[in-house]
T-cell receptor, first 116, second 111 residues
Framework: GAVVSQHPSWVICKSGTSVKIECRSL??????MFWYRQFPKQSLMLMAT?????????EQGVEKDKFLINHASLTLSTLTVTSAHPEDSSFYIC????????????FGPGTRLTVT | GENVEQHPSTLSVQEGDSAVIKCTYS??????FPWYKQELGKRPQLIID?????GEKKDQRIAVTLNKTAKHFSLHITETQPEDSAVYFC??????????FGAGTILRVKS
């Protein structure tokens, strides 16, 4: 149980374009999903928290207009990187949690984004 | 906000030996402490976790200890095997079910 998928697994895009990443909980309802960014050989940096049906909460320093997050259902959250630049190239990982009193987070496989 | 420090950054052990990774946290309100294992290019996998009402938890070769007073917790891996080689992250809970992660420890098990 507690399987989270992410799509695509990798994507290459040109500067100025937008990229959408999907995160799905396959066998449980995720009331909360988290989006992280991970640079090579570094830790997971939380970008934002999304709760189903409400606006995402962004961490300090994360541009909400650049990283659009939508959590339309209990099994799907999307992250759209708008007007991508090479410095946005990174490994983006989502995680899902099943309840407001549940701290356990289950991670997706990640999306490798390369902006050329 | 919460701050989690993790040591060591790299750890090499001989196969069969034990490995210990330590983390300290700053927020006394934190009450959930998971450990994740991440292999290169893959997702972090939850390997064990502990809550603040428990001092120790064990699952086969893996154990976690928590000292709430000192605000530190540790991961212990016994009888290490080459497949234990990976990056290990500790984390501590903060408000809103969020987790703050340590910087990670690269564990290398030499056969």
């Amino acid at each position: 149980g507690a399987v989270v998928s992410q799509h695509p697994s990798w994507v290459i895009c040109k500067s100025g374009t937008s990229v959408k990443i999907e995160c799905r909980s396959l066998d449980f309802q995720a009331t909360t999903m988290f989006w992280y960014r991970q640079f090579p050989k570094q830790s997971l940096m939380l970008m934002a928290t999304s709760n189903e049906g409400s606006k995402a909460t962004y961490e300090q320093g994360v541009e909400k207009d650049k990283f659009l997050i939508n959590h339309a259902s209990l099994t799907l959250s999307t992250l759209t990187v708008t007007s991508a630049h090479p410095e946005d190239s990174s490994f983006y990982i989502c995680s899902a949690s099943s309840g407001s009193h549940s701290y356990e987070q289950y991670f997706g496989p990640g999306t490798r984004l390369t902006v050329t | 906000g919460e701050n989690v420090e993790q040591h060591p950054s790299t750890l090499s052990v001989q196969e069969g030996d034990s490995a210990v990774i330590k983390c300290t946290y700053s927020d006394s309100a934190s009450n959930y402490f998971p450990w994740y294992k991440q292999e290169l290019g893959k997702r972090p996998q939850l390997i064990i976790d502990i809550r603040s009402n428990v001092g120790e938890k064990k699952d086969q070769r893996i154990a976690v200890t928590l000292n709430k007073t000192a605000k530190h917790f540790s991961l212990h891996i016994t009888e290490t095997q080459p497949e234990d080689s990976a990056v290990y992250f500790c984390a501590a809970s903060m408000g809103g079910n969020k987790l703050v992660f340590g910087a990670g420890t690269i564990l290398r098990v030499k056969s």
